[in-house]
Antibody
Framework: EVQLVESGGGLVQPGGSLRLSCAASGFTFTRYSMYWVRQAPGKGLAWVSRMTSDGSDTAYADSVKGRFTISRDNAKSSLYLQMNSLRAEDTAVYYC?????????WGQGTLVTVSS | DIQMTQSPSSLSASVGDRVTITCRAS??????LGWYQQKPGKAPKRLIYAASSLQSGVPSRFSGSGSGTEFTLTISSLQPEDFATYYCLQHNRYPWTFGQGTKVEVK
């Protein structure tokens, strides 16, 4: 069974940093691109970032480019999102998702709240 | 960026109704489109991939169609567990973009 479990969310002040993790199991992690998608409270879904299966290529939404960094550790079957210079508008539930013809399986999400 | 215009934003329907939701892309995206269902407090669940392929385990009352710029999700006979919000997602070109969502409510 495919499982994706996010962690690392919490309350952070504007300008602060946070690192999200996503632990994957139930599939061969090294075969899949992985994604981060977020959802602000009461709002729709927004794609954040992507990393290819071997980690050689990344892509970011304009709203996070230069502030967020996606990475992965294939030996640990884990995906990460380093978030710096956080803003109030980054407040959201962050989901990691596996990629097969677009995101197929999603984790349950972790809430990031940026507030003073 | 490719804009995904989803309609309607909400609809009221009864169990057994046929429901249709549309997504229009601002430029051609071939069939690089998925449909997702989300219930309150839960992660999205993929229903359809490649515009018209049914995700494994998803009931056959869900179907997708379209290619290029016009796409449709159809629920042939709405069931109680189908009341939720539905999103389309284009993954043809970065940045990937979602439709605004369609909330399907009880009539």
């Amino acid at each position: 069974e495919v499982q994706l479990v996010e962690s690392g969310g919490g309350l952070v002040q504007p300008g602060g940093s946070l690192r999200l993790s996503c632990a994957a199991s139930g599939f061969t992690f090294t075969r899949y691109s992985m994604y981060w998608v977020r959802q602000a409270p009461g709002k729709g879904l927004a794609w954040v970032s992507r990393m290819t299966s071997d980690g050689s290529d990344t892509a970011y939404a304009d709203s996070v480019k230069g502030r967020f960094t996606i990475s992965r550790d294939n030996a640990k079957s884990s995906l990460y999102l380093q978030m710096n210079s956080l803003r109030a508008e980054d407040t959201a539930v962050y989901y990691c998702a596996r990629g097969y013809n677009g995101p197929d399986y999603w984790g349950q999400g972790t809430l990031v709240t940026v507030s003073s | 960026d490719i804009q995904m215009t989803q309609s309607p934003s909400s609809l009221s329907a009864s169990v057994g109704d046929r429901v249709t939701i549309t997504c229009r892309a601002s430029q051609g995206i071939r069939n690089d489109l998925g449909w997702y269902q989300q219930k309150p407090g839960k992660a999205p669940k993929r229903l359809i991939y490649a515009a018209s392929s049914l995700q494994s385990g998803v009931p056959s009352r869900f179907s997708g169609s379209g290619s290029g710029t016009e796409f449709t999700l159809t629920i042939s006979s709405l069931q109680p567990e189908d009341f939720a919000t539905y999103y389309c997602l284009q993954h043809n070109r970065y940045p990937w973009t979602f439709g605004q969502g369609t909330k399907v409510e009880v009539k």
